[in-house]
């Protein structure tokens, strides 16, 4: 048996206007009330019986109901489609409706005028529009034009044969200390090796919906693969080898590959300052005044005095640094130390030692100040993320500084826009008088010099200068201001004592230890600092 939804057709009498309410057949559909009074609506017949037409839908079972709408005599109506275009424009659906008494067919052609005066113009499915030709069925959707959905594309992929994540800490031994025998932070390469590997991308193809108009695909994320020296890539540019045998990082999305240059002694005045493009490798001390740059990582098995180490990567000092309030690192990544005395650093990653001593130390990650002692005194320590120290401060009450929630370098911008904004304001204050000075000697008529007019011209540049500048950096303090007074994680841990004298800051919320606290770890809970124990 063949399924057929239920349909009507409009018969014309001499005494009037009938509608014929055929039954459906096997699981087709039943006619509803909606789609009867559309296709009356739109045929211009307003005034005719509702409630006969309701009690005829509900009397139709197994045989035609007919029931008179009106005793009005309409004009003939010809079959006929009405097209419904989809939202997304993706495909277009024909619902056909019978012929009244003397009413006529309709063409292929007349299907198609149809289509485009509902602006359809593109995939029109004309397999589709010839099955109601060879079999009618009435009041079901033809699916009539179907658009192309465009093919998304494939962004290029770069796969590191290398370790990438800086993130990775280092191996504590059973009393804390680091195990420097077992770092594993350093990726070795050897010559040959296939350092990546790059899956081009794949653009995507355009597709079109039915109403003509073009679909693109996403843009596609297009990427090469960035070297520095000792690195040659395939003909194709997919895969990238080295040349040599060391180590390889990652910075800036570029890779570096270099044999680690070893310093035997001692830096110092034998060796001169020591810039280079890889690792660099101290077996002695770094002397007072001496520096040392390295792309890639530094690693120094003595004594850092009051030298400056500056490395994209890494810095390891298995035995220190003794700055003498000289001595500064600073770190792209991680800061590995023994101890940190009178002594600037700056770390990208986690910095990880076993003391710390009168020194301001600041990580964009974790810090942690383990070992037997494992003390941070004096000073002042930031952190973005956390803080985790066994004794804070001293017995003889040291003003000492621990502070986490932020990023320590939004601090430090945000500190010197402070001073910055300060001193511009005063500079404005000082010119502006003597500027108002002039305009009114110019006012009075009285002629001034070329000298005069000239500082009046570039003190008038400079006041404008300055407000700009005022305007700008005022706009960017507010900014990290607000970052600031958003930011509401991390967290400092003290696994022994917190003596008086130490300053707790989580994101701006100041806490005094005003006696001694033990075993506690401190939380921001909104406006407060939180003791809660370990």
């Given at each position: ?8 057709s ?101 299907v ?58 280092p ?37 079109m ?37 060391g ?18 002694a ?21 002397i ?53 005395e ?45 803080i ?39 500079d ?54 607000i ?52």
């Amino acid at each position: 048996m063949e399924n057929r939804n239920s349909f009507f057709s409009l018969v014309l009498k001499q005494d009037g206007t009938y509608l014929r309410l055929y039954p459906a057949v096997g699981v087709g559909k039943q006619i509803d009330y909606d789609e009867i009074n559309n296709y009356l609506t739109d045929k211009r017949i307003y005034d005719y019986d509702i409630r006969a037409v309701g009690q005829a839908i509900t009397a139709l079972h197994d045989r035609p109901v007919e029931v008179k709408l009106t005793p009005v005599t309409v004009l003939p109506e010809n079959e006929y489609v009405r097209i419904t275009v989809s939202l997304d424009r993706m495909y277009a659906v024909g619902r056909f409706y019978p012929p009244s008494t003397h009413g006529q067919h309709m063409t292929v052609n007349e299907v198609m005028k149809s289509l485009t005066q509902s602006g359809v113009r593109y995939g029109i499915l004309k397999n589709n529009i010839n099955s109601f030709f060879t079999n009618r069925k009435y009041c079901e959707d033809y699916l009539l034009a179907r658009g192309t959905s465009a093919v998304e594309g494939k962004d290029a992929i770069i796969t590191y044969n290398f370790n990438t994540d800086n993130t990775l800490k280092p191996k504590l031994n059973e009393d804390g200390t680091v195990d420097f025998h077992q770092l594993d932070t350093i990726s070795s390469i050897n010559k040959g090796d296939i350092l990546a590997t790059l899956s081009p991308a794949v653009q995507g193809k355009a597709g079109m919906n039915v109403c003509g108009n073009a679909i693109l695909p996403k843009k596609v994320v297009n990427r090469i693969l960035r070297h520095g020296r000792h690195i040659h890539l395939s003909e194709d540019g997919l895969i990238m080898y080295s040349d040599v045998s060391g180590h390889a990082v990652l910075t800036a999305g570029k890779v570096f590959v270099s044999d680690t240059y070893e310093v035997l002694a001692n830096v110092d005045a034998s060796t001169g300052d020591i810039v280079y493009e890889g690792n660099i490798a101290v077996k002695g001390n770094v002397i007072t005044g001496y520096s040392i740059t390295a792309k890639g990582d530094i690693i120094v098995n003595g004594v850092v005095e009051g030298a400056l180490l500056v490395a994209g990567g890494q810095i390891i000092l298995k035995r220190g640094m003794q700055g003498m309030n000289k001595g500064r690192m600073e770190a792209g990544s991680n800061i590995i130390s023994k101890f940190i005395e009178n002594a600037q650093v700056v770390a990208g990653g986690y910095v990880t030692t076993e003391a710390i001593l009168h020194s301001k130390v600041s990580a964009k990650g974790d810090i942690v100040v383990g070992g037997r002692k494992g003390f941070i005194t004096g000073g002042e320590t930031h952190s973005g993320t956390t803080i985790t120290v066994k004794n804070a401060g001293s017995t003889m009450g040291t003003n000492t500084l621990l502070e986490v929630g932020f990023d320590p370098a939004i601090i430090e911008e945000y500190r010197n826009l402070e001073k910055s904004i300060i001193k511009m304001k005063a500079d404005m204050e000082k010119l502006l008088p003597v500027l108002e000075a002039y305009k009114k000697k110019i006012n009075s008529g009285e002629k001034l010099s070329r000298d005069k007019l000239d500082y009046i011209r570039l003190a008038t540049e400079k006041c404008l200068a300055l407000r700009n500048e005022i305007k700008e950096s005022g706009s960017r303090y507010d900014q990290l201001k607000i970052e600031m007074n958003n930011c509401e994680g991390g967290s400092i841990s003290v696994k022994n004592i917190a003596y008086p004298g130490v300053k707790i800051v989580i994101s701006n919320v100041n806490y005094y230890v005003r006696k001694e606290v033990h075993y506690s770890k401190f939380i921001r809970d909104r406006a407060d600092i939180k003791i809660v124990g370990l």
